[in-house]
């Protein structure tokens, strides 16, 4: 089992070098489910997955250009803050499977935006043309989005670069190629947080947890090698229909949470 577990962390990398995000969704589902961690263990695991993959690409999309430093602050400050205070206290408050109902909503929504992002380039057509307007309330609009990213971030385990991207084009007033650079600092940022705001309160298991993180980075290369052979539109899709059936899947099964199911 442990064997199956660690190839697919490679897997985790592959899809995040493929997709540019999205990818360490599944560290969750495979933590609780493959290798039998408790649902808090499990969210906590996948914070550190998320963090250095997410750190190791940031290197490259640096010396490009495509990472703002200013915006990343702007964003990255408060979501940190409320990636801790989402692990660290909000976290005590729910109980593990309800953590879990809400990743799985949190799966679905992520799907969602898989299945409309070609309509981001449309986006970013109208963000330039209103960049000179409401600058300000812009700042405080992104300054609350990144506190409740975080907090997100915190409670469920997942980077949530489906939501920074979109923020940090139409908030940030930055190019989509920055947002996606830009995003994976922010996303760093948030899962060491949320990381830190675990520690004392769940049981590590240091090695596997290394090992598992160590393959998914490897596997993160190998999948920004294969996204020249890939379409980008077929593998979103297929991705988000995987999303959209395991986020059902772990919603029926933790379905005791839900005071309404």
């Given amino acids: 089992m442990i064997v199956i577990s660690l190839l697919l962390a490679a897997l985790i990398g592959i899809a995040l070098g493929l997709l540019g ?22 969210i906590a695991s996948s914070l550190a997955v998320v963090g ?14 495509n990472v703002k430093l200013r915006v990343a602050l702007a964003f990255g400050l408060p979501a940190a803050a409320g990636a801790f205070l989402g692990a660290k206290v909000l976290a005590g408050f729910l109980s593990g499977a309800a953590q879990l109902a809400l990743f799985a909503v949190v799966m679905l929504v992520s799907a969602f935006f898989m299945f409309g992002d070609n309509n981001s380039s449309g986006k970013e057509e109208q963000k330039e043309s209103e960049s000179d ?9 992104l300054i609350a989005v990144g506190a ?9 385990g997942v980077g949530g670069g489906f939501l920074i991207v979109p923020a940090l ?12 650079g830009t995003s994976l600092l922010v996303i ?16 590590f298991r240091w090695g596997l947890l290394a090992l598992f993180t160590a393959l998914a980075v490897v596997g993160s290369f190998a999948g920004g090698y294969l996204t020249r052979f890939v379409p980008q539109a077929i593998l979103r899709k297929s991705f988000a229909v995987f999303l ?18």
């Fill in 21 to 42: 995000g999205g990818g360490a969704i599944l560290a969750v589902p495979i933590f609780n489910y493959v290798l039998g961690f408790g649902a808090k263990e499990a």
């Fill in 52 to 65: 250095v993959t997410s750190l190791s690409g940031v290197a490259s999309h640096w010396r490009e250009g």
């Fill in 133 to 141: 307007s409401g600058t300000r309330s812009m700042l405080i609009l």
């Fill in 148 to 156: 409740g990213v975080g907090t997100l971030t915190g409670l469920v």
């Fill in 169 to 180: 084009v139409l908030l940030g007033n930055v190019e989509m190629k920055q947002a996606v």
């Fill in 188 to 203: 760093a940022a948030n899962s060491f947080s949320g990381f830190l705001g675990y520690l004392g309160s769940v049981q």
């Fill in 244 to 261: 959209v059936l395991m986020g059902i899947l772990i919603l029926y099964e933790n379905r005791q949470a839900i005071p309404f199911l």
